[in-house]
Each structure stands twice: as structure tokens, then as C-alpha cells.
């Protein structure tokens, strides 16, 4: 390995705001090994505000790329000339629609590795050994990038945020991009309609599985989720059928969450949809088969039929709510 020059955070930017989600990309650095002068290069709009915000985590050196679109085909150039002048030993982005893609180009462009949906660093004798789930989620599999830049796309929620502090003014640099330079263009961008909390942000989470039977069963979920302040989620099928918004699918192919409390109803607990809840703080299940692989993670368990045990816990809950 060459000489530890620090590790690059890739984070994104809207209307000059840092996303939330980069707290957590510091954080990650904190477990890398070995440790060293954390920098950052934002993409996206009102990025030297944000590149500036970035010092609030102690990066001395920010890399600004301002563009509407965070396409990766059009950014990649800007983010190697990024690595090209701070040479790091370790690039960290998130796991978002960006870093899925820009990760493997980065890592064919440099003649590197890319481990993408990471879910721990740990430092082991000087080495970051990379840990990321596999089959599913069934297993985890630990990796060590022997080349470098080691490039890694970190998953939602999977490390603690790095705690803001006073930090410094970081040394802004802008890269521009060539207003012609796009291989993936945009064709169209569309807001999807979020009603109340994201499930990425709920403290409570209310999941609805095929078992619910049918859109009624959401209904009486949405009840429950806002008496309680949390939002509705739910497995694959009832997305697929329309039920509920693909936009709150929870598993491998949809969203990763962490709630406090996660209680899934009418769901069997397939590892695609597991994987999307294993940083649930406490897990309720509800489901009338006492077989249901759900119960193998579930801190708590009802086995009923939902229809009989749902009325009768948002009773209860309006009861201790006051609502
Ligand atoms: C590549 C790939 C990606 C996938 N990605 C995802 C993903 O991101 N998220 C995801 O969720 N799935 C995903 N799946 C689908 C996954 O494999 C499962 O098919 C899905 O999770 C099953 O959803 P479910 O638990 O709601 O339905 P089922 O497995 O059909 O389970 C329904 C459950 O409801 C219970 N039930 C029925 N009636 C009642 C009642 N009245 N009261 C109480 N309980 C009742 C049943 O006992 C059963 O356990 C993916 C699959 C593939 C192949």
C-alpha cells in the first residue's frame, strides 16, 4: 500500500444544502483504517455553500462540482481530477441512485476496487476490512481492497453520523463540467408524492405485507401510523399490486430502514425483505402462522389473525394517547 493520503468523502448538495446523509459518510471514515485527513467533494447545486459546510467535520480541502442533474457519466471526469490532486487511500460515498453507479465507473476509471452497500469498517492491524451483506442478506462477507483508491458506497443508516462541531474553513476548489459531456442523458425528472413522514425518517415504522390481503388493510396500518406519529411501509407484493407506493417498499430492492419500532403485519419475513429492516431497534411481528420466518427476528411476536389483534391495539393506543 502507498502512502496514506487521507480519505475522500463524495457527498451530494441541494440549493446549498449538505445531504443528510453525508453525517454519516464521516462517520464511516471514523472507522477506516488507517486514519487520516478526511476531504470532501460535493455534487450538486449550491455546492460551494455545502463544500464550506463540510469543514463543520473537520475537512480542510473541499472539491465543489455544481450541477443540476448528478448524472455519473457526467461527473466522473470532474471527481477524478478531485482524486488526481489529493491522491486518498480510501473513497467513501453513499449507497444512493449516484453512488450505485458512480462507485464501479470510478473503480474501472482508476484501475481500483469498488465494494458497494457497506455495512461496517473495522480497523484490523492497520487494514480497513470491509463488510457488506451477501445472498440476500442471508450472510456477511468481509473484504479487503488491495489496490488503491479503495472505493466503498456505504448503506442508509448503517453507520452513527459524525457529530458537527465548530471545525475549520475548509479550501474550496470549484470544478466546472462541460455543458456537452453527458453519455446518460436526463430525459425527465418527476417529484414522487410523499404523504406524511418518509419511512427513512419515521421513528415508528408500520409494515404491511401481502397478508393485509388487499389496499383496505393500508388503511387501517395509516390509522395506527398516525396516531403514533410513524409511517406506513410495506414488503414487495403489496407494491407490485398497487396497494401501497413503491416509494415505501423496505427490503434489498426498496427501502433501508432504522426505526426505533418496527411492527410488520401479514409479512413471512423473506431475507430481501430483512435486510432492508435489520437496523430496527424493535421489531413487532403479527401473523397468524407461528412458523412465519418473521418470528426469528421479531423481539416480540403475536401469532393472530391480524383483522382480530389490530382493531384492538389502536383502540388501546387512542385510549393511551389521548387521541
Ligand atoms: C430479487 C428480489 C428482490 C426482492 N426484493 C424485495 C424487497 O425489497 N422487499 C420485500 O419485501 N420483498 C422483496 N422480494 C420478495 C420476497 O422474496 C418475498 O416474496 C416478499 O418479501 C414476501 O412478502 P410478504 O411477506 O408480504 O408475503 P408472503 O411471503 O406471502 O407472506 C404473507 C404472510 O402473511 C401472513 N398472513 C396471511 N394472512 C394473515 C392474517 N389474516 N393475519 C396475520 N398474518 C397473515 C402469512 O402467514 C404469511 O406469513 C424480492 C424478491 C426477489 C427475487
Given at each position: 500500500?502507498?502512502?496514506?493520503?487521507?480519505?475522500?468523502?463524495?457527498?451530494?448538495?441541494?440549493?446549498?444544502k449538505?445531504?443528510?446523509?453525508?453525517?454519516?459518510?464521516?462517520?464511516?471514515?471514523?472507522?477506516?483504517?488507517?486514519?487520516g485527513?478526511?476531504?470532501?467533494?460535493?455534487?450538486?447545486?449550491?455546492?460551494?455553500?455545502?463544500?464550506l459546510?463540510?469543514?463543520?467535520?473537520?475537512?480542510?480541502?473541499?472539491?465543489?462540482?455544481?450541477?443540476?442533474?448528478?448524472?455519473?457519466?457526467t461527473?466522473?471526469?470532474?471527481?477524478?481530477?478531485?482524486v488526481?490532486?489529493?491522491?486518498?487511500?480510501?473513497?467513501?460515498m453513499?449507497?444512493?441512485?449516484?453512488?450505485?453507479?458512480?462507485?464501479?465507473?470510478?473503480?474501472?476509471a482508476?484501475q481500483?476496487?469498488?465494494?458497494?452497500?457497506?455495512?461496517?469498517?473495522?480497523?484490523?492491524?492497520?487494514?480497513?476490512?470491509?463488510?457488506?451483506p451477501?445472498?440476500?442478506?442471508?450472510?456477511?462477507?468481509?473484504?479487503?481492497i488491495?489496490?488503491?483508491?479503495?472505493?466503498?458506497?456505504?448503506?442508509?443508516?448503517?453507520?452513527?453520523?459524525?457529530?458537527?462541531?465548530?471545525?475549520?474553513?475548509?479550501?474550496?476548489?470549484?470544478l466546472?463540467l462541460?455543458?456537452?459531456?453527458?453519455?446518460?442523458?436526463?430525459?425527465?425528472?418527476?417529484?414522487?408524492?410523499?404523504?406524511?413522514?418518509r419511512?427513512?425518517?419515521?421513528?415508528?415504522v408500520?409494515?404491511?405485507?401481502?397478508g393485509?390481503?388487499?389496499?383496505?388493510?393500508?388503511?387501517?396500518?395509516k390509522?395506527?401510523?398516525?396516531?403514533?406519529?410513524?409511517?406506513?411501509?410495506?414488503?414487495?407484493?403489496?407494491?407490485?399490486?398497487?396497494?401501497?407506493?413503491?416509494?415505501?417498499?423496505?427490503?434489498?430492492?426498496?427501502?433501508?430502514?432504522?426505526?426505533?419500532?418496527?411492527?410488520?403485519?401479514?409479512?413471512?419475513?423473506?431475507?430481501?425483505?430483512?435486510?432492508?429492516?435489520?437496523?430496527?431497534?424493535?421489531?413487532?411481528?403479527?401473523?397468524?402462522?407461528?412458523?412465519?420466518?418473521i418470528?426469528?427476528?421479531?423481539?416480540?411476536?403475536?401469532?393472530?389473525?391480524?383483522?382480530?389483534?389490530?382493531p384492538?391495539?389502536?383502540?388501546?393506543?387512542?385510549?393511551?394517547?389521548?387521541?
Open positions: 500500500m502507498s502512502e496514506n493520503k487521507g480519505i475522500l468523502i463524495i457527498t451530494t448538495a441541494a440549493d446549498g449538505t445531504a443528510a446523509s453525508a453525517a454519516e459518510l464521516f462517520g464511516a471514515a471514523s472507522s477506516a483504517a488507517p486514519a485527513a478526511v476531504n470532501a467533494a460535493v455534487i450538486g447545486t449550491g455546492t460551494a455553500a455545502a463544500a459546510e463540510t469543514g463543520t467535520f473537520g475537512v480542510s480541502r473541499a472539491f465543489a462540482i455544481e450541477t443540476a442533474e448528478r448524472l455519473p457519466g461527473v466522473i471526469n470532474a471527481v477524478i481530477s478531485a488526481s490532486a489529493l491522491k486518498p487511500y480510501l473513497i467513501i453513499a449507497e444512493d441512485d449516484l453512488g450505485r453507479d458512480l462507485a464501479p465507473m470510478l473503480a474501472s482508476l481500483t476496487a469498488a465494494v458497494t452497500d457497506v455495512v461496517s469498517l473495522k480497523n484490523e492491524n492497520g487494514q480497513t476490512v470491509i463488510t457488506r451477501v445472498y440476500g442478506g442471508n450472510a456477511l462477507a468481509d473484504y479487503v488491495e489496490t488503491e483508491p479503495q472505493i466503498i458506497t456505504i448503506r442508509p443508516k448503517a453507520f452513527e453520523p459524525a457529530a458537527a462541531g465548530n471545525g475549520q474553513t475548509p479550501e474550496i476548489t470549484e466546472s462541460p455543458a456537452d459531456e453527458c453519455s446518460v442523458c436526463l430525459v425527465e425528472r418527476f417529484e414522487v408524492k410523499q404523504e406524511g413522514l419511512i427513512e425518517d419515521a421513528k415508528i408500520i409494515g404491511g405485507g401481502r393485509l390481503g388487499g389496499p383496505e388493510g393500508f388503511a387501517q396500518l390509522e395506527l401510523a398516525d396516531l403514533v406519529g410513524g409511517s406506513v411501509g410495506a414488503s414487495r407484493p403489496p407494491c407490485d399490486q398497487d396497494w401501497w407506493p413503491e416509494s415505501a417498499q423496505i427490503g434489498i430492492t426498496g427501502k433501508v430502514i432504522a426505526p426505533d419500532l418496527y411492527i410488520a403485519i401479514g409479512i413471512s419475513g423473506s431475507s430481501q425483505h430483512l435486510s432492508g429492516v435489520a437496523g430496527a431497534k424493535t421489531t413487532v411481528a403479527i401473523n397468524k402462522d407461528p412458523e412465519a420466518n418470528f426469528n427476528s421479531a423481539t416480540y411476536g403475536i401469532v393472530a389473525d391480524w383483522k382480530k389483534v389490530l384492538a391495539l389502536t383502540v388501546k393506543v387512542r385510549e393511551l394517547t389521548g387521541n
